[in-house]
């Protein structure tokens, strides 16, 4: 028997012992090390009071609030780029945490979609999330601001018709209810007679009493047009604009069925007209006069080139389910008779603005064949803050008075552009030293409004304004607006300063 056995388990129990100690103490010193470098990584409060919005327009100032640890040479970076740092405050959250909250401007630089977030605090790193940065301005805006100038002065001009045609090139057309002729005129000013209507016969030999409404397709070919004739009928027609040749496509007396098929069987009233650039005509059936509230049309139907056939697409936007039977196409869900439209027949768009008594105004977007809804925008201030000056950035971060054409003290124009883009007039009352009213523009791809033009909207010294009645029109290459004023008195063009 070894008699240095028993000193040897014990010098090993003894080593074990010791090692465990250091393991132990290690692990320790590693736990410590850890929770210090787990105390010292920059935290981001998400919480709903100080959470940061998802998009912001350069010159806006972020704040971040967290753990942040500005006394370990915070750096904080938007998509790569270094973001100045212009103030830093100790808060309390609602439980009495103190909390660190940093203001940063948003440059030039950092614009984009889905910008990384970059929190840097001594040797640590924090993601915060992303978010999307935009300039003031977008598609087309001016550099200076705009004012306006008179390209037309009207006699009796509140009871012209103005045709339907945003082509993009400044063109306007309209119906001269002085003369019975249907006009043109140039984003220079100059006008040209198309056709005399004053003396056109329909077959059967009925005349033109009544001109109700036009459209012109994006080339300047094809003029389409609803009227009433001396009879009890009513015309819809078509002048190529080269030949001069005027077709007639249907006489009607009544909307009834059918309602569907070939465009010269069908009976049908038309009261609005949006031809496209492929041989499509957006058409409002039903003519309201306004005397029940509405001058929204009973439905809206389709008129294709290619097969000489008419489509409904929306029924009943007023009298519900039970004033056509059988009337094909989907049921609207707007009805409310605060509500106005807008078309954008190249894109197949359908604008539904719907404005309530508190200025709440909801804009809406559909597909017009697919019938589907794809984009809408809310706004209210109900508590008249100074929010409602804020009219730029992201739809989700807006809060202003707005209505939807009814008053023009509020908003004017609507009118749509290429890309899912409304152009506006924008007012906000007692709010002219805040630069109003300014042109703005509803971007419904980015979801966010820019300024089509910096500062305030020059109307040539207040000479001439805008009032119920009148029409944002068109625009031309340059990006100059086409709009009648003073009760459709004159066609006005805007022009950079």
């Known amino acids: ?26 692990a320790c010193k590693k736990a410590d090390n850890f929770y210090n470098k787990l105390q010292a990584l920059p935290q981001i409060d998400n919480t709903k009071n100080f959470t940061y919005k998802p998009a912001y327009i350069v010159g806006d100032t972020l704040a ?34 103190i909390l660190d909250q940093v203001f940063i401007i948003i440059t030039n630089e950092m614009t984009g979609k889905a910008k990384e977030v970059k929190i840097i605090s001594g040797d640590n790193t924090t993601l915060g999330a992303a978010i999307d940065v935009f300039t003031p301005g977008g598609t087309g805006s001016f550099n200076n601001e705009l004012t306006s100038t008179v390209l037309k002065t009207f006699n009796n001009g509140s009871q012209n018709i103005f045709l339907n045609c945003q082509n993009g090139k400044g063109d306007i057309y309209y119906y001269s209810a002085v003369n019975k002729d249907l006009r043109q005129i140039n984003k220079n000013g ?30 300047g070919q094809s003029l389409y047009f609803s009227a009433r004739t001396s009879g009890t009928n009513y015309v819809f027609g078509k002048i190529d604009l080269n030949s001069k040749q005027l077709t007639v496509l249907n006489q009607s ?22 031809p496209d650039s492929k041989g499509n005509v957006y058409l409002g059936i039903g003519i309201n006069d306004g005397s029940n509230g509405s001058t929204l049309p009973d439905a809206i139907a389709r008129y294709s080139k290619a097969d000489d056939n008419i489509k409904y697409l929306y029924k009943n936007l007023i009298y519900g389910g039970t004033s056509y039977a059988g009337m094909p196409g989907t049921s609207s869900p707007f009805s409310n008779t605060g509500v106005t439209l807008r078309f954008s027949p190249d894109e197949k768009l359908l604008y539904v603005m719907e404005e ?15 019938r589907v809804k794809l984009n809408d925008f809310t706004t209210s201030d109900r508590a008249g803050t100074g929010s409602k000056f804020n009219v730029l950035g992201p739809f989700s971060s807006l809060q202003f008075n707005m209505g939807t054409g009814r008053d023009v003290n509020q908003t004017f124009g609507y009118l749509p552009l290429p890309g899912r883009r409304l152009q506006v007039l924008l007012f906000q009352a007692g709010a002219q030293t805040f630069g109003f009213p300014k042109w703005v523009v509803f971007d419904f791809a980015d979801q966010r409004t820019y300024a089509y033009a910096p ?10 304004a805008f009032r119920n009645g009148d029409e944002l029109l068109n625009y031309d290459e340059e990006g100059n607006l086409y709009a009648t004023s003073n009760g459709k008195s004159y066609l006005l063009k805007t022009q950079e300063q």
């Open 1 to 26: 028997m070894n008699k240095y056995k028993p000193y040897c388990k014990l010098r090993n129990k003894l080593i074990m012992a010791c090692a465990m100690v250091m393991l132990s103490f290690q």
């Open 64 to 97: 971040i609030t967290g753990k942040l640890y500005p006394e370990n040479k915070l750096q904080i970076a938007i998509g790569g780029k270094p973001a100045p740092i212009v103030k830093i405050e100790k808060i309390k959250d609602g439980f009495g945490n």
């Open 190 to 219: 100059q006008e040209t007679i198309l056709y005399d209507l004053s003396g056109a016969l329909i077959p059967g030999g009925a005349a033109i009493t009544k001109f109700q409404a036009g459209g012109v397709d994006p080339m």
């Open 253 to 274: 007396q009544t909307i009834a069925a059918p309602y569907e098929g070939s465009v010269n069987a069908v009976k049908m009233i038309i009261s609005e007209i949006y």
């Open 356 to 370: 309530s008594v508190d200025f709440t105004a909801i804009i809406e977007v559909y597909d017009l064949d697919a």
């Open 455 to 464: 500062g305030t909207f020059n109307q040539s010294s207040g000479t001439y």
